[in-house]
T-cell receptor, first 115, second 114 residues
Framework: EPEVTQTPSHQVTQMGQEVILRCVPISNHLYFYWYRQILGQKVEFLVS????????KSEIFDDQFSVERPDGSNFTLKIRSTKLEDSAMYFC?????????????FGSGTRLTVV | AQSVSQHNHHVILSEAASLELGCNYSYGGTVNLFWYVQYPGQHLQLLLKYFSGDPLVKGIKGFEAEFIKSKFSFNLRKPSVQWSDTAEYFCAVNGRGSQGNLIFGKGTKLSVKP
């Protein structure tokens, strides 16, 4: 069964450092997403990406965040200057078609710890 | 404001007990509704989804959920839980035409005692 792959599974970084979280979506999917889950809280939408541009973003996704699809397979989330409150589990997801519930697949997540 | 409420933070059951996890949503317009499960150390997996038709939806592993539009609810049920159902369960909603962005509830942790 096709999977969304995320690396690393766990990353520890110092406050103020830049981090890049990597995702390999399912190959024939067209929509890509990042979500995050702060410990003990709900899963929150960050950003959606289609046709090489951001299609929607939440209030959380401020200027410190950026996304990129640098090649045909990877989808990255960059946090420029991490803060303690960025510590969370970050989930990547992809779907074939953005406006239906079909084929919406999540990765295993990257646990980011900012110290 | 768009939101999803899951009433129980942690539910503890014995094997063979029946399960019902509550989910209420607030969302303007027509919605798609989902239940996801997250087993320890694993990714979110889709249990079931509703977007039209029969409001009683059957999913994997014997789970079902009923969409009651008048109550804005989408409760998850299973008649007899197993130890392997121990996981966290998330209710989520998105709107038709929202490009798929999901709004999640806080999750309900289910612990099943053998």
């Amino acid at each position: 069964e096709p999977e969304v792959t995320q690396t690393p599974s766990h990353q520890v970084t110092q406050m103020g450092q830049e981090v890049i979280l990597r995702c390999v979506p399912i190959s024939n999917h067209l929509y890509f997403y990042w979500y995050r889950q702060i410990l003990g809280q709900k899963v929150e939408f960050l950003v959606s990406f289609y046709n090489n541009e951001i299609s929607e973003k939440s209030e959380i996704f401020d200027d410190q965040f950026s996304v990129e699809r640098p090649d045909g397979s990877n989808f990255t989330l960059k946090i420029r200057s991490t803060k303690l409150e960025d510590s969370a589990m970050y989930f990547c997801a992809s779907s074939e078609v953005g406006q239906t519930p079909y084929g919406y697949t999540f990765g295993s997540g990257t646990r980011l710890t900012v110290v | 404001a768009q939101s999803v409420s899951q009433h129980n933070h942690h539910v503890i059951l014995s094997e063979a007990a029946s399960l019902e996890l509550g989910c209420n949503y607030s969302y303007g317009g027509t919605v798609n509704l989902f239940w996801y499960v997250q087993y320890p150390g694993q990714h979110l997996q889709l249990l079931l989804k509703y977007f039209s038709g029969d409001p009683l939806v059957k999913g994997i592993k014997g789970f079902e959920a009923e969409f009651i539009k008048s109550k804005f609810s989408f409760n998850l049920r299973k008649p007899s839980v197993q130890w392997s159902d121990t996981a966290e369960y998330f209710c989520a909603v998105n709107g038709r035409g929202s490009q798929g962005n999901l709004i999640f509830g806080k999750g309900t942790k289910l612990s099943v005692k053998p």
